[in-house]
């Protein structure tokens, strides 16, 4: 069964905590995004990455990092530098680099600060 | 910063009605828009995507597209309430630069088709 997981579905952080999300895509596609969603607001992109050992800031990149170690994963961590991290994180992948392709996302993670 | 703008909403149509969701952008050299649905509390899902101007089809969906304006647009025709959701346009990165793959979002027009 083919597709791109993300867990923790429901993730709780604490002030000054660093907490890392996972991404998986079974799919074989080359390129990976994360977006943050908040409510009522479009997507923003935090990072993307076409190729493995390859990924580059997106629009809000601050306070989070990312590493791509495996084609099939994508992990994101949100740091204590991340001052507003509440926000619903989708995961996304495309199948091919440095092309036009429509991406396909995974059932999101929803971070909230406690 | 590349804007992409969608009309405002929220957007009531009856059951039967043909819905029109609208979108601009602002990078003339964009060439690949998208647009995808999303139910509350879900993650977005592919609906259509158009790449060259004119029309595109599938099904119930519509996807229209002129470039010299900056605009695409999706028509649901025979719209259902299970079309209820909020429908988010995507446009991609000038091809010129080094952003393959990036897509900006619009903030969303959510969509009610009531019985």
């Known amino acids: 069964d083919g597709g791109i997981t993300q867990s923790p579905k429901y993730l709780f952080r604490k002030e000054g905590q660093n907490v890392t999300l996972s991404c998986e895509q079974n799919?074989?596609?080359?390129?990976m995004y994360w977006y943050r969603q908040d409510p009522g607001q479009g997507l923003r992109l935090i990072y993307y990455?076409?190729?493995?050992?390859?990924?580059q800031k997106g629009d809000i990149a601050e306070g989070y990092s990312v590493s791509r170690e495996k084609k099939e994963s994508f992990p994101l961590t949100v740091t204590s530098a991340q001052k507003n991290p509440t926000a619903f994180y989708l995961c996304?992948?495309?199948?091919?680099?440095?092309?036009?392709?429509?991406?396909?996302f995974g059932p999101g993670t929803r971070l909230t600060v406690l | 910063q590349k804007e992409v703008e969608q009309n405002s909403g929220p957007l009531s149509v009856p059951e039967g009605a043909i819905a029109s969701l609208n979108c601009t952008y602002s990078d003339r050299g964009s060439q690949s828009f998208f647009w995808y649905r999303q139910y509350s509390g879900k993650s977005p899902e592919l609906i259509m995507f158009?790449?060259?101007?004119g029309d595109k089809e599938d099904g119930r969906f519509t996807a229209q597209l002129n470039k010299a304006s900056q605009y695409v647009s999706l028509l649901i025709r025979d719209s259902q309430p299970s079309d209820s959701a909020t429908y988010l346009c995507a446009v991609d990165a000038d091809a010129g630069g080094t952003s393959y793959g990036k897509l900006t979002f619009g903030q969303g027009t959510i969509l009610t088709v009531h019985p």
């Open positions: 990455s076409q190729i493995v050992n390859d990924f």
């Open positions: 799919l074989n596609h080359d390129a």
């Open positions: 158009i790449y060259s101007n």
């Open positions: 996304a992948s495309s199948p091919q680099a440095y092309s036009y392709n429509e991406q396909f």
